[in-house]
């Protein structure tokens, strides 16, 4: 029996992925003991602090996160920071192998010119601020202008844009964090703007996403005939399976009687921003249009969701915002999985194929074994968020929402977190 010890560095999608594809690979004459590393207090990643809490469903994959994590041989060791409490090197020479599983927590920059002035974000922090994200409690979106600008064309953006132009009711029933549903019932935004660079048939929104939509009770959403009409000339009589579907939802959305609502979600295609421009806070943005006209935009919030790039940690190598990689492979008995892979590209369930094909790789290359380690004896915290501890947390948070109908209420402080967890 050959038994391997393996570390993954991160608690996210694409973290129990990996752990799920060497369970899959055990068998009579080989065995893994998998201890999942993790920054925060709380385990999912993105699936507890990325997807947007008005979609519960795309949440329930953390059932099978959870399956996972009570497979005899797994171990959770949370809040723990790698070169604060260990470090790589150790753990790549106590292990047999170490997972990179650490996703892309930063928000791309535009580069250009007033994108630093106050009232300017990145959906690497909005996002994170209405799921109940530790790091970004202390934000403070401006939502007290008239009008917002969302920058990007993908479902994070719209995500963003969505959460702005609710009716705040709307997320009475979600695990949006108590402060952010506050901000919001105060919000003054009525109009949103969702501003792309490129063309409708360019758009990286799919179209479930734009499929729900319609369904917005106290919410217009405009798309102009004119827009859509251009981009199905543009693509032709055979476009592909998506851009077709994309194309024929915002058709439909295109379509819709407008002007019944006090909020509105607005489309624009082929605009790109040139420039932030306000007295000391964002208060205009720039657009030059595909003609060559200035456009501009009365705003005080702009918040930019145009990709993100992985957070470098010190001794990996990184090359345009993710881990410098072949197939997975960084370098002897370290590997890489997910976003921190392959950049942030794909949804949840893309990570699933992507985690077994390294763990693939990591098994075709491993040695013999070294001898068995505790982490618990190399860690410099006595504050380890075990999965009992997890269960303890997520339990209390579970009770702590069913008496106001919602599926949790989440603490948001890493001190509150501990607490929970009966640290």
């Known amino acids: 029996m050959r038994s391997y010890k393996i570390a993954i560095i991160g608690a996210g999608p694409s973290g129990y992925f990996a752990a799920q594809a060497l369970q899959n690979l055990q068998s009579d004459e080989l065995s893994f003991t998998i201890d999942m590393i993790e920054r925060l207090p709380t385990p999912w990643g993105l699936v507890r602090s990325g997807v947007a809490p008005d979609h519960p469903k795309i949440k329930t994959v953390s059932k099978v996160f959870e399956k996972i994590a009570t497979t005899t041989g797994f171990n959770l060791y949370g809040n723990i920071e790698l070169g604060r409490d260990i470090s790589i090197e150790v753990l790549k020479e106590k292990y047999d192998a170490v997972v990179l599983a650490t996703g892309s927590a930063l928000g791309k920059k535009l580069g250009i010119a007033g994108e630093d002035l106050p009232g300017s974000i990145s ?52 695990d949006t964090a108590i402060h952010a549903i506050d901000a919001l019932r105060n919000s003054k935004i009525r109009k949103v703007v969702i501003s792309a660079r490129r063309g409708p048939e360019f758009a990286a929104f799919t179209s479930p996403e734009l499929r729900d939509l319609p369904k917005l009770e106290h919410t217009n959403v405009l798309m102009q005939p004119a827009d859509i009409a251009a981009a199905l000339d543009r693509a032709g009589a055979e476009p592909e399976k998506e851009v077709r579907n994309n194309l024929e939802a915002m058709r439909l959305i295109s379509e819709l009687e407008q002007g019944k609502h006090e909020r509105t979600m607005e489309f624009q295609f082929l605009c790109t921003p040139k420039e932030f421009r306000g007295d000391g806070k964002v208060e205009e943005v720039v657009f030059t249009t595909s003609s060559g006209e200035e456009k501009v935009i009365k705003t005080g919030l702009i918040i930019t969701a145009i990709g993100y790039e992985a957070d470098p940690l010190t001794g990996i190598p990184y090359e345009k915002g993710k881990v410098l990689n072949s197939d997975g492979y960084v370098s002897e008995n370290l590997y890489v999985v997910g976003w921190a892979k392959r950049g942030p590209s794909g949804v949840i369930g893309t990570n699933k194929s992507d985690a077994a094909d390294v763990m693939n790789l990591l098994l075709s290359n491993m040695k013999e074994p070294k001898p068995a380690v505790e982490l618990a004896t190399l860690v410099a915290s006595d504050k380890v968020i075990t999965q009992s501890h997890w269960e303890s947390i997520n339990a209390a948070e579970i009770a702590a929402g069913e008496p106001h109908g919602k599926p949790r209420i989440k603490a948001v402080s890493r001190e509150e977190l501990l607490r929970l967890g009966g640290l």
């Open 123 to 174: 959906a690497a922090e909005f996002v994170p601020w209405y799921n109940g994200h530790p790091d970004a409690v202390t934000l403070t979106p401006n939502l007290d202008c008239e009008t917002a600008v969302v920058i990007g064309a993908g479902n994070v953006a719209m995500d963003v844009a969505r959460m702005l132009a609710l009716e705040p009711s709307e997320l009475d029933a979600t």
